[in-house]
């Protein structure tokens, strides 16, 4: 069951401007002063709040006493990196998606963040256009998940099948948990690009019909 401190709910609204609250989780205060920057050159454009914690201690209690649409936490960090945060945060029932970020990112270090429930993996730097896209992709493939049964696990296999082939992968990720398609149907189409050079996920509109065909849903 989800933490009652971090239950749904909508963003909160600034002179009017409906924004997004994230946590950011970075001993380097400086790249947080530089992303608050940012944020506040944007005006009313800006979709996005941001509090700060230097630490991953800090950001468990932050957790405890605000509610945050997402969590945007460095990888390398001292004492409690963003890999453990991330199971922390789970063993403590938080319900909130976590964006890891890094300098460096590696292939075994994004498939770990992925295997332990991370929702998104970005490298800097990154501009706020570019993470106020991945913060809202973020909540909106974890509301997917909940009506959906696919695991932490078969979402970081999924993601190393399609990351060979195609770049948004996370998009693509959201609309198989959103239609529900099994992972076993991903592995025949994966299978199909790598013999022919073409499958379903070369046109994302075909995931729609295929839900249908599925569900027997013809509308």
Do not use: W
């Not at 950001?59 to 922390?88: F, R, S, T, W």
């Not at 429930?117 to 909106?140: H, M, R, S, T, W």
């Not at 046109?203 to 019909?209: G, P, R, T, V």
């Amino acid at each position: 069951m989800a933490s009652a401190a971090l239950k749904e709910r909508p963003p909160v609204s600034h002179e009017g401007v409906l924004r997004r609250k994230v946590l950011l989780v970075d001993d380097n205060y400086d790249f947080y002063m530089m992303i608050k920057s940012s944020i506040e050159s944007m005006g009313d454009e800006a979709k996005i709040e941001v509090d700060y914690a230097p630490d991953g201690f800090t950001a468990i209690h932050m957790a405890k006493k605000n509610v945050y649409d997402a969590i945007l936490c460095d990888i390398q960090m001292p004492h409690l990196d963003g890999i453990k945060l991330v199971g922390e945060f789970a063993k403590k029932h938080f319900d909130v998606p976590f964006i890891l970020m890094s300098g460096v990112l590696e292939e075994k270090t994004t498939s770990e963040a992925f295997q332990v429930g991370a929702y998104n993996v970005l490298k800097k730097p990154f501009n706020v256009n570019e993470l106020q896209e991945k913060i809202e992709l973020a909540i909106e493939l974890q509301r997917s998940e909940k009506i959906s049964d696919i695991t932490e696990q078969e979402r970081a296999h999924i993601y190393n099948m399609l990351k060979l082939y195609y770049y948004d992968v996370e998009k693509i990720i959201l609309l198989i948990q959103h239609f529900q398609i099994p992972v076993s149907f991903v592995q025949e189409e994966i299978k199909k690009k790598a013999q022919i050079g073409k499958c379903i996920f070369d046109d994302l509109q075909n995931l729609k019909y295929y839900s249908r065909t599925e569900h027997g849903n013809t509308k």
